[in-house]
């Protein structure tokens, strides 16, 4: 098998693109896909600073390092679950990413919940009696906007690849969710002062190519999931169109594709939203961020936590 670009020995396959590649020409293909990203929706320019969420995983450590290598401004932000020992070494990888690009200049923040909430994540979910998922939700969700708004990032980049955009939006088509796949997009703008622009650069790649990037860079990451995950709907899902996707190569970008482009020419769908979202927007009576209720859901969730401390 050789290389469709250069003819020297292939070391990975792309089936969906009808192509194979050796490991330059392949480096190529993933910056290629993620230029192609950034201005087929107008992500951000040389300019901005942008600030990636990382958790130590191969998708937001190698969309940390695809953006410095292709030149942007781009700093990490790091929140500290306190889940034993997978936060441990997730934070490791990131700290060791971080430690290795510093002397170029980006920056890794760090958010600890079990300093700043004053509980590990597990024990927040206990308290609240809420799913792990959704108080890790809420709370990862308002202190990654919060840090790209308190510093002036230009906007706040997550490492959701194709297979993570495939699966929610089979979710959201099969829950026939249509408020959440009106929002399903790879940009979402800054609607209302006080919430950043938020981009997902990595939507034309796979898990499996951006497992491949990290390995053919020397990234090292975490292999292992959160144990939260465990039993989670999106991994059905993903299972589901891996099924496809090995009978039928393509299937998940035809349908994640396929699905922005309707999207696209349904209207200036981006538009449409923040017109929607400044409607019902107002600000958090208690922090003053952006929330569709009088108290922002991270508030009342606190506020939860505090009454169940307090007896
Ligand atoms: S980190 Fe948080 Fe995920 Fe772990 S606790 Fe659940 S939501 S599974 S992306
Ligand atoms: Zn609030």
Same mark, same amino acid.
């Given at each position: 098998?050789?290389?469709?670009?250069?003819?020297?020995?292939?070391?990975?396959?792309?089936?969906?693109?009808?192509?194979?590649?050796?490991?330059?020409?392949?480096?190529?293909?993933?910056?290629?896909?993620?230029?192609?990203?950034?201005?087929?929706?107008?992500?951000?320019?040389?300019?901005?600073?942008?600030?990636?969420?990382?958790?130590?995983?191969?998708?937001?450590?190698?969309?940390?390092?695809?953006?410095?290598?292709?030149?942007?401004?781009?700093?990490?932000?790091?929140?500290?679950?306190?889940?034993?020992?997978?936060?441990?070494?997730?934070?490791?990888?990131?700290?060791?990413?971080?430690?290795?690009?510093?002397?170029?200049?980006?920056?890794?923040?760090?958010?600890?919940?079990?300093?700043?909430?004053?509980?590990?994540?597990?024990?927040?979910?206990?308290?609240?009696?809420?799913?792990?998922?959704?108080?890790?939700?809420?709370?990862?969700?308002?202190?990654?906007?919060?840090?790209?708004?308190?510093?002036?990032?230009?906007?706040?980049?997550?490492?959701?690849?194709?297979?993570?955009?495939?699966?929610?939006?089979?979710?959201?088509?099969?829950?026939?969710?249509?408020?959440? =796949? *009106? @929002? #399903?997009?790879?940009?979402?703008?800054? $609607?209302?002062?006080?919430?950043? %622009?938020?981009?997902?650069? &990595?939507? +034309?790649?796979?898990?499996?190519?951006?497992?491949?990037?990290?390995?053919?860079?020397?990234?090292?990451?975490?292999?292992?999931?959160?144990?939260?995950?465990?039993?989670?709907?999106?991994?059905?899902?993903?299972?589901?169109?891996?099924?496809?996707?090995?009978?039928?190569?393509?299937?998940?970008?035809?349908?994640?594709?396929?699905? =922005? *482009? @309707? #999207?696209?020419?349904?209207?200036?769908? $981006?538009?449409?939203?923040?017109? %929607?979202?400044?409607?019902? &927007?107002? +600000?958090?009576?208690?922090?003053?961020?952006?929330?569709?209720?009088?108290?922002?859901?991270?508030?009342?969730?606190?506020?939860?936590?505090?009454?169940?401390?307090?007896?």
């Amino acid at each position: 098998m050789n290389c469709t670009k250069c003819k020297t020995k292939a070391v990975i396959k792309i089936p969906r693109h009808h192509a194979a590649f050796c490991k330059v020409s392949f480096t190529n293909f993933v910056h290629d896909q993620v230029t192609r990203a950034i201005k087929s929706e107008k992500m951000f320019g040389r300019g901005d600073r942008i600030l990636v969420a990382v958790s130590g995983g191969k998708d937001s450590l190698a969309l940390w390092d695809i953006l410095l290598k292709l030149g942007y401004k781009a700093d990490g932000f790091y929140v500290n679950l306190g889940i034993g020992g997978y936060s441990e070494r997730s934070y490791s990888m990131v700290r060791k990413f971080a430690e290795a690009v510093a002397p170029l200049g980006p920056a890794l923040h760090t958010h600890t919940v079990e300093q700043e909430e004053g509980a590990g994540i597990k024990e927040l979910a206990h308290m609240v009696h809420r799913p792990t998922c959704s108080t890790c939700g809420t709370i990862k969700r308002y202190q990654f906007n919060r840090a790209a708004v308190e510093r002036d990032y230009d906007v706040m980049a997550t490492g959701h690849n194709l297979d993570d955009e495939a699966a929610r939006l089979l979710g959201n088509v099969l829950h026939w969710q249509e408020d959440y =796949l *009106e @929002k #399903q997009g790879p940009t979402l703008p800054a $609607s209302v002062e006080g919430f950043a %622009k938020k981009v997902r650069p &990595l939507y +034309r790649l796979s898990e499996r190519e951006l497992a491949a990037y990290c390995v053919l860079n020397k990234i090292e990451y975490i292999i292992d999931e959160c144990p939260m995950a465990q039993g989670a709907r999106t991994l059905l899902y993903k299972e589901v169109l891996n099924r496809l996707e090995t009978e039928s190569p393509g299937t998940k970008q035809y349908f994640y594709w396929g699905f =922005l *482009e @309707k #999207q696209r020419r349904k209207q200036s769908s $981006s538009d449409a939203m923040s017109e %929607k979202d400044q409607t019902l &927007l107002r +600000r958090c009576g208690t922090c003053g961020q952006p929330t569709t209720s009088e108290v922002c859901s991270y508030c009342k969730l606190m506020a939860r936590a505090r009454r169940e401390v307090a007896g």
